[in-house]
């Protein structure tokens, strides 16, 4: 996954996509897959627009009986998945009385269309949502999920999970399902789930004598880790990315903090926004992390793990003789935070509350999310993912793309590496709020006079409260 000069420490995917429910579009740029993704979900189609039927044509979903005696549940996504075409022909063969139509806006190759197919997909999917019609099933990584929640537009997985005996939830991660909850409640069943953390120069880090303890460090804990590093060690800088980036991405790792969107509420002019800003701003000051567009050599990098392939790459694209001796850390938290990983969702998939077939569109779920599919990425069913660090694990080593920075270098898989990643992916516990918003556009278009000495911390704080405030209320 390619990184942008300006933005090193965060991963493409955090800069994906907008959420258009509240207002502001996405720029072509955003809101495609990157190389992880891509692995794992492949757009698909003839090159048409093949949005969610009309309301007129829909009417609350699926649930018409065929000639056949078949129940229809309407499945709509904004990309065309390979793993669910391929569920849908299994469940299908399983259950012959349940016939599933999908329905997707993003046809593979259809770069250029992107923004209109994506407004598209979402105004009609709001209109049908919000008018109590539209499908069975909506794939929601690209739609408004707080507004559906706030309208009861979405059935309660959490009661559909208690009220299922065949539903277990010891064979799920649930720290992934727990930490996914609005209003107390699971409205959205991630099939996958990405993670997030930091790549240490292993080598450069002991040769320094700095001794780190990742298991809960806050960021204040951390900005001292990097300072000693900067004092102690050979290279120039411990981190790499623009002032307003890496505020924003804290910001999006401690979301909640900050933002309510069910409530509608912001909380930007509060001590910990302002503490926030001037800590970085003292980084950046004491030359501890750097701006710089060139790649200078760090003892750390921030990176998103879109599979365990990804996972055994992070860092390999870095400037030769960087990254050697790789080890993976966790991310800091914010005060007060629990200690945990960061992760964000993948094919989040929500029930139309409204839908006739709900009980059908219920089981299609349980399938998805059962040891029987491999989605990509790390799966929400632990059986389907102890499968995928097995074969890791037997086939032994990764290769790395011939174009990359690696140039086709193969990369030892070791039980160390697993056992690492197995621990990062069952102590994940803080989303990450991977649509920006207005919000995350604000944050860094504001918070650039203060890291250019031009306004104080606390105007720039106002400024993004009442903006965001603003926003919200839209």
């Known amino acids: 996954m390619k990184l942008k000069p300006i933005g090193i420490l965060l991963s493409a995917s955090m800069l994906a996509l907008s959420i258009t429910g509240c207002s502001g579009g996405v720029s072509p740029g955003q809101g495609r897959q990157s190389a992880g993704e891509a692995s794992a979900q492949t757009a698909g189609g003839k090159g048409e627009l093949a949005p969610p039927k009309t309301i007129e044509e829909q009417g609350r979903g699926g649930g018409e009986t065929s000639q056949g005696g078949k129940k229809t549940i309407v499945f709509s996504t904004f990309y065309e998945t390979d793993f669910i075409k391929d569920a849908k022909a299994k469940y299908e063969a399983k259950h012959p009385n349940i016939q599933i139509q999908l329905t997707h806006a993003q046809a593979k190759g259809d770069d250029a269309n992107w923004e209109a197919n994506h407004e598209k997909f979402v105004k009609t999917t709001n209109t049908q949502m919000l008018a109590g019609k539209g499908p069975d099933l909506l794939e929601m990584d690209q739609l408004p999920i707080e507004q559906y929640v706030n309208k009861r537009a979405l059935a309660n997985m959490s009661d559909l999970m208690k009220n299922d005996p065949s539903f277990k939830r010891e064979q799920y ?141 992070s860092g390999t694209t870095q400037n030769p003789g960087t990254f050697l001796n790789r080890k993976l850390y966790n991310r800091p938290v914010a005060e007060g935070q629990q200690p945990g990983g960061y992760f964000r969702t993948e094919s989040t998939i929500g029930i139309n509350a409204n839908s006739s077939v709900q009980k059908e569109a219920w089981d299609f779920v349980k399938f998805l999310v059962s040891d029987e599919v491999q989605p990509g990425g790390f799966p929400l069913n632990k059986k389907a993912y102890d499968k995928l660090a097995q074969q890791a694990l037997k086939d032994g080593a990764v290769k790395a793309d011939e174009e990359g920075q690696a140039h086709g270098k193969v990369f030892k898989v070791t039980e160390a590496d697993m056992q690492r990643l197995n621990k990062l992916v069952n102590e994940a516990v803080h989303q990450v709020e991977f649509k920006p918003s207005k919000v995350e556009e604000i944050i860094r278009e504001e918070s650039a006079a203060f890291f250019k000495g031009q306004k104080s911390a606390e105007a720039v704080a106002k400024l993004v409260q009442n903006r965001v405030s603003t926003y919200l209320n839209e």
Do not use: C, H
């Open 173 to 313: 991660f649930t720290n992934i399902l727990d930490n996914v909850k609005l209003s107390g409640s699971v409205y959205g069943m991630p099939v996958r789930f990405y993670l997030y953390g930091l790549i240490g120069d292993e080598d450069a880090i002991s040769k320094s004598g700095v001794k780190i303890d990742d298991t809960s460090w806050t960021w204040d804990q951390f900005t001292q880790t990097m300072k000693a590093l900067k004092q102690k060690g050979d290279r120039e800088y411990a981190f790499l990315s623009r002032p307003e980036y890496l505020l924003s991405s804290m910001v999006k790792t401690d979301y909640a903090a900050y933002v309510d969107p069910i409530q509608r509420k912001a909380s930007f002019d509060s001590p910990r926004f302002i503490g926030l800003m001037t800590q970085l701003k003292g980084m950046y000051d004491d030359e501890v992390i750097s701006a710089a567009v060139n790649f200078p050599k760090t003892y750390f990098i921030e990176d998103m793990f879109s599979s365990i392939r990804n996972y055994i790459l």
